[in-house]
Nanobody
Framework: VQLQASGGGLVQAGDSLRLSCVSS????????MGWFRQAPGKEREFVAG????????YYADSVKGRFTISRDNAKNTVYLQMNSLKPEDTAVYYC?????????????????WGQGTQVTVSS
């Protein structure tokens, strides 16, 4: 499975961005996709996840109400709509995928990782 993330950039606080992640290669009957992020000097953390079949979504408390994860089955693409961005959202965002039916909140729960896309929010 290959994951190609895009959509990062430099924005001001309060602005919006939409990240995209296209999945290609091996497919699974059941899988989850999601996003992690890593800020400078900090550990990588879970941001949001979606169960591909049911569409069930999960969010870190820090982004609830501001970020929305969604998927497009036809395009094998997962999106992360980020609104009301804050400087503390600045990080490299990684797209992840795994052949399971549960969204996991830890890195080791995901076998496939994209290359990361930088999001920088200025104050």
């Amino acid at each position: 499975v290959q994951l190609q993330a895009s959509g990062g950039g430099l924005v001001q606080a309060g602005d919006s961005l939409r990240l995209s992640c296209v999945s290609s290669g091996r497919t699974f009957s059941r899988y989850v996709m999601g996003w992690f992020r890593q800020a400078p000097g900090k550990e990588r953390e879970f941001v949001a996840g979606i169960i591909w079949g049911s569409g069930g979504t999960y969010y870190a408390d820090s982004v609830k109400g501001r970020f929305t994860i969604s998927r497009d089955n036809a395009k094998n693409t997962v999106y992360l709509q980020m609104n009301s961005l804050k400087p503390e959202d600045t990080a490299v965002y990684y797209c992840v995928a795994d052949s399971s039916t549960r969204v996991k909140l830890v890195e080791r729960g995901y076998d496939y990782w994209g290359q990361g896309t930088q999001v920088t929010v200025s104050s």
